[in-house]
Every structure is written in C-alpha cells, then in structure tokens.
Nanobody, 124 residues
Framework: QVQLVESGGGSVQAGGSLRLSCAAS??????YGWISQAPGKDREFVAA????????TYADSVKGRFTISRDNGKNTVFLQMNSLKPEDTAVYYC???????????????????WGQGTQVTVSS
C-alpha cells in the first residue's frame, strides 16, 4: 500500500522559513513532487525531484527560494521553503509518479499518488 505522509507545515510571518517532509512507503517512484493548492484555486506545481538521478525542477515563482531534496535511505522528500511570501499560503501536497522529464513533471494532475496535505500559512 502506497503512503505519502507530509509534515512540517505551520504558520510563519513573511520572510520566514519552513521545511516540509514527505515520508514515502509502499513502493519507490521515479519522481516526487510538491503541489500546492490555495483556497479557491486549482492545484499548482511547486517542485519535483527524481528519486535516482537527483533531477530537480521548480515553478518560476519559487526558484531561488525553495529547495527540494531527498534522503533515499529514509525514503523521505523535503521542501525547504525560505523567504516565504503571503502568496505562498496554501495546502502543500506531496505527490508521486512514474518517469517524467522537463515540463512533463510540472503537470499536477499527472501525479497518481498523493498525500493528505499540510497547511502553510504566511502572514504579512
């Protein structure tokens, strides 16, 4: 049974930092991603990483502020979020899929497995 369990969300002031974690179990996927969903909006791609090769890709809105990484030994994917802005406020989902490349990894609804999400709230 595949499980993706997020943790690390919370409330911070603008300019602050949070580190999200995603503990994966059940099987290993080629690609893990973080997808956000703000109230009343569609799900948006944030970042993705390949499990074997260390390939990463980011949404333009988070480049230079967020860093995705993984610990294969612990089957865990991380999202370090720095210089947070109020517009980053959303539920952040960990998601997994089979192989993708380039912009193909940035389509949220092509991820087949999802965690329950963790709330990130950034106040001004």
């Amino acid at each position: 049974q595949v499980q993706l369990v997020e943790s690390g969300g919370g409330s911070v002031q603008a300019g602050g930092s949070l580190r999200l974690s995603c503990a994966a179990s059940g099987r290993t996927f080629d690609t893990y991603g973080w997808i956000s969903q703000a109230p009343g909006k569609d799900r948006e791609f944030v970042a993705a990483i390949s499990w074997s090769g260390g390939y990463t890709t980011y949404a333009d809105s988070v480049k230079g502020r967020f860093t995705i990484s993984r610990d294969n030994g612990k089957n865990t994917v991380f999202l370090q979020m720095n210089s947070l802005k109020p517009e980053d406020t959303a539920v952040y989902y960990c998601a997994a899929r089979d192989y993708c490349s380039g912009y193909g990894c940035q389509r949220p609804y092509e991820y087949g497995y999802w965690g329950q999400g963790t709330q990130v709230t950034v106040s001004s």
